[in-house]
């Protein structure tokens, strides 16, 4: 049996005596807010600076200056993760990003900033992103017990896609009156006040793999627990070909596809908004469910995300469009919380970090390179074609790691997720 259903009454119990422990409500309130600041800040940042005169190229640096340090610290982040308390990591991550926020929403407000100073505060924002999600990776499970993983990484993931849904709604109200700089104000604000509540979460320090151990040690020693679990490398590497694919052909291609219509951006609008409520729904379908075989679920989640863009290669109507996007959404929430909760029981709590960077650095670092290559593909061989070669090879996917008996059975061979994610 692939899951087994709990009673409404047993599931609300569960995911309330997980909020009812003073350390994870904090930590989730934490989160949560930062998230939805970050959600808000994102529509409102790209408006400011082109509100502000700023061209569409800037706003471009901008992002990269952001993007390229969280991808190149991200594995001191594991290791200092590992070695250091994970909670005032996260503070101080929160407290940077806290600041490079507020310094830009000043200075735009105070006038025209040079682009090499937005940058540079960009990258600020992408150091505090680098060092503060491995650090958080790793605190869930010195907060939550191992009975309680799955319900904190679904109730982490059901905030997130709250978030999604939400935030651009927020952020938009907040642009209309303050031209974006109060969105990033915003953003700046959570950061603060999620600093905040985690200087009041407490907890026996965490695990140190070598306290005398040089960098490159550590980092070492991360890469092989990594290397140790092949179940983790495959799907690792399947996730970040996911996000290449399935993000960068729905989030490129199709709103491309509707741009030039007749109420297309509003109904692309509404195609998108999907997500985030299938990420809700994705979000209380783990809390009410126990996986007898987890990765073989994510299999399952994950076939189900090429649906989109199945549909927009069939250029199926909107209503089929925003079906299979509520199941996109599903997918994601189901993978992140499974895939999670499986490396947090399986790998040792003093190489959590370290590991979750090395699977953070792939599955980020390919990202970009499907946003990148979605328009000179599109402009090669047509959007419909790399519509369906993009799900063909997601699906693909699905059926080269089934045949990994790990995969299949959800029991990696080290025996330490047979169990169920209960």
């Known amino acids: 049996m692939i899951a087994k259903k709990s009673s409404p009454a047993d599931a609300k119990r569960a995911y309330l005596a997980l909020l009812r422990h003073r350390n994870f409500a904090l930590f989730f309130a934490a989160s949560s807010i930062s998230e939805l600041g970050t959600a808000v800040a994102q529509i409102g940042l790209t408006l400011a600076l082109l509100v502000s005169g700023y061209s569409a190229s800037t ?57 090499a100073v937005l940058m540079l505060l960009g990258a600020a924002c992408g150091v505090g992103n680098a060092f503060h999600r491995p650090a958080a990776s790793g605190l869930i499970p010195q907060i939550a017990d191992a009975a309680h993983l799955k319900d904190a990484n ?48 407490s907890f026996p320090a965490g695990a140190i793999a070598l ?39 729905f989030f490129v291609i199709g709103p491309s596809l509707f741009a030039a219509l007749k109420g297309g951006p509003q109904s692309w609008g509404v195609v998108t908004s999907c997500v985030g409520v299938g990420g809700m729904l994705g979000g209380l ?7 007898a075989r987890p990765l073989l679920v994510i299999q399952s989640a994950i ?21 299979s996007s509520l199941f996109f959404g599903i997918g994601m929430a189901v993978t992140n919380a499974l895939f999670a909760t499986a490396m947090q029981k399986c790998v040792p709590a003093g190489f959590l970090s370290r590991v979750s960077s090395f699977v953070g ?40 790691l089934l045949l990994s008996q790990e995969i299949r059975f959800g029991r990696p061979r080290t025996g330490q997720v047979s169990a169920d994610l209960a």
């Open 303 to 323: 076939a189900v995300m090429a649906g989109p863009a199945i549909m927009l290669s069939f250029g199926a109507p909107v209503p089929f469009l925003m079906l």
């Open 211 to 249: 306290q005398n151990a040089s960098f490159l040690t550590e980092l070492r020693q991360g890469w092989a627990e990594f290397r140790r679990h092949r179940w983790l490398q495959l799907l690792t590497a399947q996730i970040a070909l996911q996000n290449a694919l399935a993000l960068g052909l």
């Open 285 to 291: 379908l783990v809390l009410r469910l126990s996986f």
């Open 361 to 400: 650095l792939v599955v980020m670092g390919l990202t970009p390179l499907g946003y990148l290559l979605s328009g000179p593909a599109v402009k090669i061989f047509g959007a419909h074609d790399v519509l369906a070669a993009g799900a063909g090879a997601l699906l693909l996917s699905v059926a080269v």
């Open 154 to 201: 679904s109730l982490t993931s059901l905030a997130g896609s709250l978030s999604i849904v939400i935030g651009p709604a927020i952020g938009g109200l907040l642009v209309g009156f303050g031209s974006g700089v109060l969105a990033i104000a915003a953003d700046a604000a959570s950061y603060a006040v999620s600093a905040a509540l985690l200087a009041f979460v």
């Open 59 to 115: 706003v471009g640096l901008v992002l990269a200056a952001e993007t390229v340090p969280m991808l190149a610290f991200t594995l001191a982040g594991g290791v200092l993760g590992d070695r250091w308390s994970r909670r005032h990591l996260m503070i101080a991550s929160d407290l940077l990003r806290c600041l490079s926020q507020g310094a830009l929403a000043a200075l735009l407000l105070a006038g025209h900033p040079p682009v």
